[in-house]
């Protein structure tokens, strides 16, 4: 299964995860000049601390859960892909 990411001129950072770290590294990169992947299972960002106060209705789930495409709304150069699993093929230049 490809990924289909258009060809870019810019070197490509690739993330797995979109947990707290992956977050941090993806908004540390923004003016980095590359091109930033997210892969992650979910397309959200979920602050799991929280779910106990979704769970008795102290809080609606869109309080501590935050779409990837919101977050980085306002980046060209960050492409967030939705997969399970993804097979690495390394190419070193």
Request: aromatic share 12%; proline share 5%.
């Amino acid at each position: 299964m490809s990924l289909n990411i258009a060809k870019s001129n810019k070197k490509r950072v690739v993330i797995v995860g979109g947990g707290f770290g992956g977050l941090k590294l993806a908004n540390k990169l923004k003016k980095s000049g590359f091109q930033v992947v997210l892969i992650d299972k979910n397309n959200y960002h979920q602050f799991p601390p929280l779910i106990y106060q979704v769970a008795s209705a102290g809080m609606e789930p869109t309080s501590i859960s935050f779409p990837f495409r919101k977050i980085f709304q306002h980046r060209k150069d960050f492409i967030s892909v939705w997969r399970k699993y993804v097979l690495f093929s390394p190419k070193r230049t």
